[in-house]
Nanobody, 124 residues
Framework: QVQLVESGGGSVQAGGSLRLSCAAS????????MGWFRQAPGKGREGVAA????????HYADSVKGRFTISRDNAKNTVYLQMNSLKPDDTATYYC?????????????????WGQGTQVTVSS
């Protein structure tokens, strides 16, 4: 059984930074992707960033490229999302996901495990 626990959300002003963490427990295939997704009120869930723990290959949504960085610490089974230059449009609940598809790492439908989510609020 895989469990994912997110932390690091909060409230910040536009232009500020936050770092999200996702601690994973259980048996995870490191060849598959781990990702961060977000869902704003009234909108669907969208892929933000994904990383292959084994190879450190990363993918980003166009809306966050150059501002967000995904990284991993395999020794701690933890994936991070460093978010800089935050905008009000980044306000959402952010979810960590594991066991994602190699071919479509930002597609939420391909992930088998999900965390409970952490709220990020960016004020103008």
């Amino acid at each position: 059984q895989v469990q994912l626990v997110e932390s690091g959300g909060g409230s910040v002003q536009a232009g500020g930074s936050l770092r999200l963490s996702c601690a994973a427990s259980g048996s995870i295939d490191r060849r598959n992707f781990m990702g961060w997704f977000r869902q704003a009120p009234g909108k669907g869930r969208e892929g933000v960033a994904a990383i292959s723990p084994q190879y450190a290959v990363t993918h980003y949504a166009d809306s966050v490229k150059g501002r967000f960085t995904i990284s991993r610490d395999n020794a701690k089974n933890t994936v991070y999302l460093q978010m800089n230059s935050l905008k009000p449009d980044d306000t959402a609940t952010y979810y960590c996901a594991a066991d994602g598809p190699i071919t479509r790492p930002l597609w939420e439908g391909g992930y088998n495990y999900w965390g409970q989510g952490t709220q990020v609020t960016v004020s103008s």
